[in-house]
């Protein structure tokens, strides 16, 4: 079983920058593809980033290409989403999740495991 922590979470302002982390349980991420979704209150959940299990391969939504960056540190266990530029539409509970040998689909379905979320709001 993995168990996924995300943290960074909080309230900025348009244009303010957060990192968010994904620290996951136990010494076995170094073999996992991860992600992360959100979802807005009244909306489905999203994808909004995705790295493979290599590190070598990386997928952004395209309303956040240019302003998110998504890596891992295979040695903490842990992925990150770099958030830069945000908007009021960024706004959002943000989700981790993780598949062994995952690709950094941008398919929930494709996920084994879960995070429980941190919440991101950007206002003015």
């Known amino acids: 079983q993995v168990r996924l922590v995300e943290s960074g979470g909080g309230s900025v302002q348009p244009g303010d920058s957060l990192r968010l982390s994904c620290a996951a349980s136990?010494?076995?991420?170094?073999?996992?593809?991860a992600a992360w979704f959100r979802q807005a209150p009244g909306r489905e959940r999203e994808f909004v980033s995705g790295i493979d299990w290599t590190g070598r391969f990386l997928k952004y939504a395209d309303s956040v290409k240019g302003r998110f960056t998504i890596s891992r540190d295979d040695d903490r266990g842990t992925a990150y989403l770099q958030m830069n530029s945000l908007k009021t539409e960024d706004t959002a509970v943000y989700y981790c999740?993780?598949?062994?040998?995952?690709?950094?689909?941008?398919?929930?379905?494709?996920?084994?495991?879960w995070g429980q979320g941190t919440q991101v709001t950007v206002s003015s």
């Open positions: 999740a993780t598949a062994l040998s995952g690709r950094g689909s941008a398919q929930g379905s494709d996920y084994n495991y």
């Open positions: 136990g010494n076995i991420f170094r073999n996992y593809g």
